[in-house]
Structures are given as C-alpha cells and as structure tokens.
C-alpha cells in the first residue's frame, strides 16, 4: 500500500499515530469504532490527553473517515451498516449472556462472570455463540467447572465440542482460579490487553471484576485509558451466596470428589487436547489461535500504513 507524504506528515503527531493504530486494529476484526470506544481502546506508546485525542480527531488524514457516527478505514464504510445491523444481535446475546451468569450465579465457588471476544464488544452475528470468562474461588477450579457444565447443559444452552451449529450456545472458554489473576509476562501484549479490557462484566463476589483488573494493570502499557470508567457490573443486584451450597462446596474440596472431578476432568481434556491449555489453575479452550494470527495482521498493517512500531 502506498503512503502519501502528507499522510506521513499528519502521522508525526502522537494522538493521530494513535487514533490510526487503533483504528487498524479494529478493522482486523472489520468492526468501526465510536468516539467513545476509540477513546476508550486507544493504542498508544505514551498516555494522549483528552484535549489532544479531541483535536486529533478534527485533523484526520484521508486515510481515516468518519460515518454515520463511527471511525474506521477509508473505502470501509460499508462496515458501519453492517455494525448497525449486528446490534440487534447483540442485544439478544447480551440477555442470553445474563440469564445464563444468573443460573450461573448460584454456584458459591464462582467469584466472577463476564462475557469475553467478540460477543463482549456486540460483534457477532446470528450464528455465533456466545464467550463467557469466569473466575473461581482458589482451589475449586475443576469442581466449579463441572456444576457449571451440568447447568449449563440442563438448560440447554451449553456449546459442546465440535459442536457445529452453535448460535447461541454458552461456552466457558477460559476459567481460571483466583490465584492466579495475573497474565505471565509472556503473553503480555497488545491482543490479550484488549482481550482483557473488553470483558464485560455480568456478575463478581468480594470484588473480583476490580482485583483483577488491578492484577493486570500492564495493560496500560498497551492501552493507556482501559482503567477509565470502569464498566458496571449486571449482577451486582443478584447478592447470590447460599450457604448450604456453600457448606457443601467446602467439604466437597476438603474431601477426596475434588481431586477425583480434577483427575478425571483433566484425563478426559488429554485424550482430545488439541491447542487447550490445562491447569490446576488455568484452563483456556480455544480450537483457533486468534492471537497469533491478530498480531501478524496487525505487523503488516503497520507496515502498510508506513508504522514501524513493534508489537
């Protein structure tokens, strides 16, 4: 793709490198942003103020165009349309997403549930399920996993492996224990940072949503405003701890079940272990690596686009 030098002259302004970095980003995933939301995700090596994010987007170079009340690519806004049309959608998946962290809810070993991906930011269509990201009480990983299935799948909504036709369907693709909130280093960067800040929150006990994203504030380093205004949380109203669950919860890891459901659950997840990541205190069930693919995506754009910033 070719670079007009005046593009290139725009681009010596830091808020502007920034706007178009995130822009790019979104368009990945062909999905326009709002002012709010470019704000919100914004890709910058150094922290933009407001004011200069504000002016920057009233001297946008040609390359980036706003419509009908959203930012992305020149030549790519037909996108907006189709934005608008998966919002219908996305209300939908937002109901099934509470009614199903409502049942959810119930289980005295789950300190926190928020919807994860795409479904998080509204872009899905009809046929996709919906990402559900769940934290649980130290210790209880694999048992809180197993009343979380058997719900899931006495109502009917649960996606199960290799499970084709899933709109709709709930899956828990990424648990992990309480004690370990934090992401290793080395899966530090730009794609699981805005993984992270978009989760959006349905249900927490004992302020998990806050400790957790205060375990990883290096997001920051990625996208300085993730912090700001943090998102409200569905369930906050449910107040859901019953006791005699919670009694039963406890002897059941005290006593031998919890390390037979763990034994057991983790003999069946090897024999079809494909690119899951198990645990005694992380389990991510992900069949497609979005996270390499995003990362060499967003290099070329960058390349693309004359940026020579590393990711």
């Given at each position: ?71 992305c ?90 499970e ?29 940072a ?25 997001i ?11 998102q ?18 406890r002897?059941l890891?005290l006593?031998?079940?919890?390390i ?27 069949p ?19 940026l020579?910033?590393?990711?």
């Amino acid at each position: 793709m070719m670079v007009s030098p005046k593009f290139l002259i725009n681009m010596q302004n830091n808020s502007q490198t920034a706007i178009l970095k995130t822009i790019l980003y979104s368009d990945i995933f062909h999905f326009p942003l709002t002012q709010e939301e470019l704000w919100r995700f914004l890709i910058a090596d150094k922290a933009v103020t407001h004011a200069a994010f504000v002016t920057a987007l009233k001297h946008l170079p040609q390359n980036i165009v706003f419509h009908d009340g959203y930012y992305c690519l020149a030549g790519h806004e037909k996108l907006v349309q189709q934005r608008k049309r998966y919002s219908t959608e996305a209300a939908k998946k937002d109901k099934i997403a509470q009614a199903a962290a409502s049942m959810l809810s119930y289980i005295p070993t789950i300190r926190f549930i928020g919807i994860s991906g795409s479904a998080a930011l509204g872009n899905v269509t009809a046929r996709d399920d919906i990402d559900l990201f769940i934290v649980t009480r130290r210790k209880a990983l694999f048992l809180t996993r197993l009343w979380i299935l058997a719900i899931l799948e006495l109502k009917h909504v649960r996606r199960r492996r290799n499970e084709i036709n899933a709109a709709n369907k709930v899956c828990v693709n990424l648990l992990i224990d309480e004690s370990n909130l934090q992401w290793p280093p080395h899966k530090r960067d730009v794609y699981v940072a805005h993984e992270i800040a978009q989760v959006k929150p349905l249900f927490e006990r004992k302020g998990m949503y806050r400790a957790f994203l205060q375990s990883n504030k290096w997001i920051t380093t990625f996208l300085p405003n993730a912090f700001q205004g943090e998102q409200d949380i569905v369930g906050t109203s449910w107040h859901r701890q019953y006791y005699t669950l919670a009694i039963i919860s406890r002897i059941l890891q005290l006593l031998p079940v919890n390390i037979f459901v763990t034994w057991w659950q983790k003999r069946y997840m090897q024999k079809h272990r494909t690119t899951e990541i198990v645990t005694n205190t992380y389990l991510a069930f992900h069949p497609y690596d979005y996270r390499a693919k995003t990362l060499r995506l967003l290099q070329q754009k960058y390349a693309d686009f004359g940026l020579l910033t590393k990711i």
